[in-house]
């Protein structure tokens, strides 16, 4: 190692957070750099206290699985602190018409465990189901090319399984255009089903006694048992990795404008409004439209003045994003006419409402409202209806409210009513974006001493987001070890 080292970290979300963390912990000596645009850190995830509310603004809770973030909370030494979700109703719903159907036992995202609970379910008429049976004798693909999660689905279940579970189970996480989304960068273990086993109906089957599978059969729509979070809610985690961190480590309103790196393998940063800085080595933790921008910024250059990395730019800037917003509602319980014991539901876009998903934030968490009060988040927008956006809040509270009027029989005046809009904020994993991540990384693979995490790459979820930025850190601490 250099003697003074000298690392930055562009972003103040999870990513860079996460990262910073990773970086003082390998080489506490570093002097360490946090740059953050904004004067607040924290990203697309927010927790707010009112009046006896805690109301999560983005994410609520975050996976075991993979077990990154759950690893960060055991190395902050915070992971006895966890919570589990409430064990009282964990499944989730789907609409159909003007009611709530839960999602059939055993069916997450799309591999079905439990037959029985298939044929069942009101929410496929009988040709769906006997064409979801079929699955079992649809030959496998057998190139490798990457295909629209849409496509892939209609082809081993048939459109109506599409439409009426994988659909708005899918864009309840992604908030996505089915019809564009990657198998191959999202549901990659269907992937090797399909390829291992001829079909995801086998390769249930061939997994009966696994206990993974076990614990899938008793899922519907999700694996609620693998999600965790603090009592206070994610923003706890927030003020764990910045309470890690040296003093002063944190910069605000610093907004990177470009970074060069120097003959001696060490990088000139430009902040706008500050003095240049020196460091030996930079993480980029922001969003692909700004890694882009950073990239081929006409300040950015190589040792020989050539454009810093041209390629990964384009290819960065080429990644689309959605936008949506979080309608948060508190009302009274006894204004809800028919409260499921769910938490939460999907909302196909077959059936043309004007709300993604919601989620009954109080049936999983306790200490989440005052008594006799429940607090619902609705979804609205995303890449099937960005045109909603250009409503005012006032107006996206009506619909909320209104869409819950016909589903559960929500009546009369919320006592909390909140939106929060995240503007380009979920990027779309479309198809091909394995070979667009690959083809980023061999051109920053020859920049030692630059690294990129994010959302935009591996995952979107608070898990992948973490060990993207962990992986990152790491082969930053190797590169400036290399000098």
Same mark, same amino acid.
């Given at each position: 190692m250099r003697p003074?080292? #000298?690392?930055?970290?562009i972003g103040g979300g999870l990513s860079g957070l996460a990262a910073a963390y990773y970086l003082h912990r390998a080489v506490p000596e570093a002097e360490l750099l946090v740059l953050e645009a904004e004067d607040h850190t924290g990203g697309v995830i927010a927790t707010e206290r009112r009046d006896g509310w805690l109301i999560e603004h983005g994410a609520d809770c975050f996976s075991t699985?993979?077990?990154?973030?759950? &690893?960060?909370?055991?190395?902050?030494?915070?992971?006895?602190?966890?919570?589990?979700?409430?064990?009282?109703? #964990?499944?989730?719903?789907?609409?159909?018409?003007?009611?709530?159907?839960?999602?059939?036992?055993?069916?997450?995202?799309?591999?079905?465990?439990?037959?029985?609970?298939?044929?069942?379910t009101p929410l496929l008429s009988w040709r769906g189901k006997c064409r979801l049976l079929g699955e079992r004798f649809v030959k496998p693909r057998r190139d490798d090319a990457d295909e629209s999660l849409?496509?892939?689905?209609?082809?081993?279940?048939?459109?109506e399984v599409l439409d009426r579970l994988v659909q708005p189970l899918v864009a309840g996480i992604y908030t996505a255009d089915a019809e564009q989304?990657?198998? &191959?960068?999202?549901?990659?273990?269907?992937?090797?089903?399909?390829? $291992?086993?001829?079909?995801?109906?086998?390769?249930?089957?061939? *997994?009966?006694?696994?206990?993974?599978?076990?614990?899938?059969?008793?899922?519907?729509?999700?694996?609620?048992? &693998?999600f965790r979070v603090f009592p206070e809610g994610m923003g706890r985690l927030f003020e764990e990795l910045m309470g890690s961190l040296p003093p002063e480590a944190i910069q605000f309103n610093a907004p990177l404008k470009?970074?060069?790196?120097? *003959?001696?393998?060490r990088w000139r940063l430009r902040i706008e409004g500050r003095d240049e800085l020196m460091v030996d080595g930079v993480l980029l933790a922001v969003s692909a439209p700004v890694a882009a921008s950073l990239l081929d910024a006409s300040g950015s250059r190589s040792a020989d003045g050539a454009p810093l990395a041209r390629i990964a730019a384009d290819e960065l800037a080429a990644i689309p994003y959605a936008s949506s917003a979080v309608v948060v509602l508190g009302v009274e319980t006894s204004k809800i006419?028919?409260?499921?014991?769910?938490f939460g539901f999907v909302v196909p876009a077959v059936d043309r409402r004007r709300i993604l998903a919601g989620s009954f934030a109080s049936h999983k968490f306790p200490g989440r409202t005052p008594p006799g009060r429940t607090l619902i988040r609705v979804f609205i927008g995303g890449a099937l209806q960005p045109e909603l956006l250009e409503q005012?809040?006032?107006?996206?509270?009506?619909?909320?409210?209104? $869409?819950?009027? $016909?589903?559960?029989?929500?009546?009369? $005046? @919320?006592?909390?009513?909140?939106?929060?809009?995240?503007?380009?904020?979920? @990027?779309?994993?479309?198809?091909?974006?394995r070979q667009r991540v690959e083809r980023i990384e061999a051109e920053l693979e020859k920049l030692p001493g630059l690294e990129i995490a994010g959302n935009a790459l591996h995952g979107v979820g608070i898990a992948p987001v973490v060990g993207t930025a962990r992986r990152a850190a790491e082969r930053l601490v190797a590169a400036v070890a290399r000098g």
């Open positions: 003074s080292l #000298r690392l930055a970290v699985n993979p077990p990154d973030a759950l &690893q960060l909370c055991r190395d902050l030494g915070v992971e006895g602190d966890l919570i589990e979700p409430e064990p009282r109703g #964990r499944r989730a719903m789907i609409s159909r018409g003007k009611r709530l159907v839960p999602v059939p036992e055993g069916f997450v995202l799309m591999r079905p465990t439990r037959m029985g609970a298939v044929l069942r849409a496509s892939f689905v209609r082809r081993r279940f048939g459109r989304l990657s198998m &191959q960068a999202t549901m990659p273990q269907f992937v090797k089903m399909e390829r $291992e086993h001829g079909s995801l109906i086998a390769a249930t089957l061939a *997994s009966r006694r696994d206990e993974a599978a076990s614990l899938e059969r008793a899922s519907s729509g999700a694996r609620y048992g &693998q470009s970074l060069a790196r120097e *003959s001696d393998g006419a028919r409260l499921p014991d769910a005012d809040d006032a107006r996206l509270i009506e619909i909320a409210r209104e $869409e819950l009027g $016909e589903l559960v029989g929500l009546s009369g $005046e @919320p006592e909390l009513s909140i939106v929060r809009r995240w503007t380009r904020a979920m @990027p779309q994993y479309h198809v091909g974006h």
